[in-house]
């Protein structure tokens, strides 16, 4: 887990996420992030904790507060909206435009005690996701999402709910594809965590289950679209602050 660090400092970690690996432990067992705790403490005396979550088939950013002080500073920014949040997914079909946005409240739904998802109800929790189609190829969408707000589930709902289920997705996903892995990534957070310094911009490079869909849906479109989303794919090695 050393080797997928993309940023530390004093105050932070952030992780590049694989797929396939819960943040924390759950009935399924198996590693999780927190298992790599100690070896993530890099000299200081707390270990890391989780800012946030990620799914366990979601790769890509994911946060952590070096110590107590740290994780509330952060759970405050988290908390506020203040944490820009940019996800890439790779789902069938296309969106009704080349950007919009998805407003539809999410309620929790149990079946069983260890059965449960979260489905689109006008009596739910709000829940608003911004999109962006980034290439397509008809039957296939590359697109930006933006969260904001941050619901259970919410971007793998917001878009089986508007016709787009992501690739591979074992819950909301189409019945002939949830073998995974799923075509969702956290390519970029933003955070504004020093008052003095502008805000920390970190990326996760894709995964290399989700690059050649990327590199194909760019390759379809026009030449401009191309050479820009060629520049996205081509992630330079990140460049972290050591504390």
Do not use: N
């Not at 924390?24 to 989780?50: K, S, W």
């Not at 290439?135 to 969260?147: F, H, Q, Y």
């Amino acid at each position: 887990m050393i080797a997928r660090v993309l940023y530390r400092d004093p105050l932070v970690l952030v992780l590049d996420k694989p797929a396939g690996m819960p943040v924390h432990p759950g009935p399924g067992g198996g590693l999780t992030v927190e298992h790599y705790a100690d070896a993530l403490r890099f000299g200081l005396r707390h270990r890391p904790r989780l800012a946030h979550r990620l799914d366990r088939d979601t790769s890509g950013c994911l946060v952590l507060g070096r110590h107590p002080k740290a994780l509330r500073k952060l759970g405050r920014l988290f908390r506020s909206g203040r944490v820009e949040k940019v996800y890439w997914a790779v789902v069938h079909g296309r969106p009704p435009a080349a950007a919009g946005v998805v407003d539809a409240p999410l309620a929790k739904v149990t079946r069983a005690r260890r059965s449960w998802w979260m489905r689109v109800d006008p009596e739910g929790r709000p829940a608003v996701t911004e999109y962006r189609l980034l290439a397509g190829d008809g039957t296939t969408s590359w697109l930006e999402l933006r969260p904001r707000t941050g619901r259970t589930h919410q971007l793998r709902v917001h878009l089986a709910h508007i016709g787009c289920p992501i690739l591979g997705d074992p819950v909301y996903g189409r019945e002939d594809d949830r073998q995974g892995p799923m075509m969702l990534h956290a390519r970029r957070i933003v955070l504004p965590l020093y008052p003095s310094r502008p805000p920390l911009v970190i990326e996760a490079p894709p995964p290399a289950h989700m690059r050649p869909y990327l590199e194909r849906l760019a390759a379809a479109s026009d030449a401009e679209t191309v050479a820009r989303l060629g520049v996205e794919l081509e992630h330079p090695a990140p460049t972290s602050a050591r504390g």
